[in-house]
């Protein structure tokens, strides 16, 4: 009977199972139905292809979320990673954020470029959001801004195949390096001061080891890699985010919970409110006319209002004020009625 089910439904659990296999009498657990389901249905093992690389050929990105969710400004918050890994050298790098916003995907591409002074040929992602917007019939649609990226530093985008890390094997070991070699124990107050960290930490640890196939130097190889990268665009990819809003009477806009004001003069017209990680700055008619470090303390203002002042003192009252003017009445009017 267990045959014939799994010849008309191949994916059928063992739960499930064991309710049909009762309609027909069975009376046993369903630990047993699911034993037996592993010796008619063995697990398929996909076999893998170990794969070759040359230098500055690939670079694999993927997101990360960091096992413990530090206090920073008042709040338990989530850090997330934007990993970089060569996979010809082993080379890494990350750029941390509080969000996992196509703004702060772009910005980490920009500055891994950065870090290595070149662009690989090809990129390598899972299908993240930021990446594949959807898949049509075996085609992929890709993400509008992605392909701004795409298109300004003119590398070639493979997004793997639905549910196989493997196919990306390179970053997901250092995402396990990073959660493991880097982040335990780590204490800051700010991402400037976790950049500090990393950095220090990338510079004279990570990418300084030997590989973990035991033949080279992680640093030795990194050199290679930038020597057959490709060069960078004269001009800085804008990774930051942007949108029109109108200028309130008392001139504070709102941005990610805290609010950046903008000159008085631009009340009631049209700006454009800019922003990236560390940034938020105010744009009127092609001009930055605001610039502020970002806050992620919510509720904040910047500047501060202008805080009302304090009402007079009880002393000041008594000495110049109602005490002798209602004296001096008195007299007077007593005066006017005994005459």
Known sequence: MLRRLLEEWPQIKAPRATEVLREYGYLG?????????????????????RTGYRPGQVLQLDWAEMPT??????????????????????AQTAFFSFEMTIESFLEGHARAFE?????????????????????????????QRFLHLRGHYAFHAHACTPATPREKGSVEAAVRYLKTGF?????????????????????????????????????????????????????????????????????????????YRAPASLVQQRVELRSNRDEVWIRAHGITVA????????????????MRPEPPTAAHVLVYGSTKRRRSLYEA???????
Not at 69 to 90: C, H, I, Q, T
Not at 121 to 141: K, M, T
Not at 333 to 339: E, F, I, N, P
Request: glycine share 6%; proline share 8%; net charge positive.
């Open 115 to 143: 870090w290595l002074e070149g662009v690989p040929r090809e990129c390598v992602y899972d299908n993240l959001r930021s990446v594949v917007a959807r898949r049509e019939r075996g085609e992929i649609v890709w993400n």
């Open 333 to 339: 009017l007593a005066k006017r009625y005994v005459t």
């Open 183 to 259: 982040w335990p124990v780590r204490r800051f107050g700010s991402l400037g001061e976790l950049d500090r960290q990393y950095t220090d930490w990338r510079d004279e640890v990570c990418n300084r080891r030997r590989h973990a196939s035991g033949r080279f130097l992680v640093e030795q190889r990194l050199e290679e890699e930038r020597q057959a990268l490709r060069p960078l665009p004269p001009e800085r990819f804008d990774w930051s985010a942007a949108r029109v809003v109108r200028v309130p009477a008392d001139g504070y806009l709102r941005h990610g919970g805290c609010f």
């Open 29 to 49: 657990s369903v630990d047993v139905v699911r034993r037996r389901l592993r010796e008619l249905r063995p697990p398929v093992v996909r076999p893998a292809q």
């Open 291 to 306: 610039w502020y470090r970002r806050c992620y303390q919510p509720g904040s203002w910047l500047p501060a209002p202008l």
């Open 69 to 90: 969710r530090p206090k920073v400004a008042g709040k338990e918050r989530r850090v997330y990673a934007l990993l970089a890994s060569l996979p010809y050298s082993g």
